[in-house]
């Protein structure tokens, strides 16, 4: 796995970041990347454990320049022996630790490693809410403490720090303070604001920013072997979000859109609550709160395309604008059969139900309550 060849990695501002460090020896002990979800930081993260390890650098160390007579360097050769086993996770100084249950198996644990390795854009996450434990904290200090099985330094990796809590964040804070001599951290987190202050000021913040359309797209094409039209549509809706456009290549997309259109229609049926109430039923029995999550983005899609056609009309270059581009006369009828229809008020409410999914409220009410309120902003205002 040559990380550093995969376009997400090789060509992210924070990848030039690190060539810099690495070609001028002035490494940090400890780097934090932040960013969207599903930016490509885990990738990056493993890609750097490879920097620090790879054969290549060790090599060329007692040079006057690690990369003499290279016009584009590498900061990874992703061929030798190091990089191949921390590619596999196989190499005895790289630890990660990320979070998990207290009650989740080894055999669990194995299963979120070998996912990392075998794609570090989409790791396995089988479960929810969870933390960063401080046993694996006290577990990680332990393992770097000793020197070093290769004795080219060792590599921590924690994954989704802004999910320690205050005991952990705090065990972790003094091996930050002294590090093992030849140790190097590298922190990943979807949010700045949700790690404590002190563990951001001992680290080197480095920004990850999302991958645009177009990176996706051609990301899945030349990975994943997606044929053009179903990667473009992909890209569209992933929301710059290369982790749930993965996701998607797993899915039925058009049951999944048909299955948003019915949810919104089903907001116009209060006067069958019986049919309504065995719809939401059956919905939340059969999806999990991810699932319900990715049905709520599908539903702000499809509003979204809609208040774009009634914006700018009949001129506008849906190419360019719309998603769903194949449903556009289904969304010029919405947008004729409603004329009062309240889009932005919609967009909001289906925001702060995704919200309130995340924030695990009971999905049946999350759902019920979201098609009232979507049903009153149908209303003409008085």
């Known amino acids: 796995m040559k990380l550093a060849d995969n376009p997400i ?8 970041v690190l060539r810099r460090a690495l070609r001028h020896e002035r490494l940090a002990h400890a780097y934090l990347m932040h960013g969207p979800v599903g930016a490509g930081k885990e990738a990056i993260a493993l890609a750097l454990a490879q920097s620090f390890l790879c054969e290549r650098r060790w090599r060329k160390a007692k040079t006057e320049s690690l990369f003499t007579n290279e016009a584009e360097p590498e900061w990874i050769c992703g061929q ?58 006290r577990e990680l200090k332990k393992d770097l403490s000793v020197s070093s099985y ?20 705090n065990a972790l804070l003094k091996l930050l303070e002294e590090p ?12 700045l604001a949700a790690v404590l202050p002190t563990i951001v000021s001992r680290c080197q913040a480095i920004q990850v920013s999302a991958p645009g359309r177009e990176q996706i797209a051609a990301f899945l094409q030349g990975h994943r072997q997606v044929e053009a039209s179903r990667a473009e549509f992909i890209a569209k809706i992933s929301n710059n979000n290369l982790r749930y456009a993965l996701d998607l290549l797993e899915e039925e997309l058009e049951s999944k859109r048909s299955l948003a259109v019915e949810f919104l229609r089903m907001a116009f049926k209060f006067n069958k609550p019986v049919e309504q109430v065995e719809f939401l039923n059956r919905l939340a029995s059969d999806n999990d709160r991810r699932e319900l999550q990715q049905l709520l983005r599908f539903c702000l899609l499809w509003i979204r395309d809609a208040y774009v056609l009634k914006s700018c009309g009949s001129t506008i270059d849906g190419q360019a604008y719309i998603v769903n581009l194949d449903l556009r006369e289904s969304l010029a009828d919405l947008v004729k059969n409603l004329p009062d229809f309240d889009f932005e008020g919609v967009l909001e409410e289906i925001e702060y139900a995704h919200e309130c999914l995340e924030r695990y ?22």
Not at 9 to 16: F, I, K
Not at 89 to 117: I, Q
């Open 9 to 16: 990695v090789g060509n992210s501002p924070a990848a030039e």
């Open 80 to 137: 030798c022996n190091n990089c191949r086993r921390v590619a596999e996770l196989a190499h005895p100084d790289v630890h990660v630790v990320f979070p998990h249950p207290s009650t989740a198996a080894e055999a669990e644990r194995s299963e979120v490693l070998k996912s990392l390795s075998a794609n570090p854009f989409n790791r396995l996450r089988p479960w929810e809410n969870p933390f960063v434990l401080i046993n694996d904290i």
């Open 150 to 169: 290769e004795g080219h330094g060792s590599v921590a990796l924690l994954l989704e720090a802004h999910r320690m809590k205050a005991e952990s964040a």
């Open 180 to 191: 093992p001599a030849d140790t190097y951290l590298v922190l990943t987190t979807d949010s």
């Open 361 to 382: 409220v009971q999905p049946w009410l999350v759902l019920m309550v979201l098609l009232h309120r979507i049903r009153l902003r149908a209303r003409p205002k008085r």
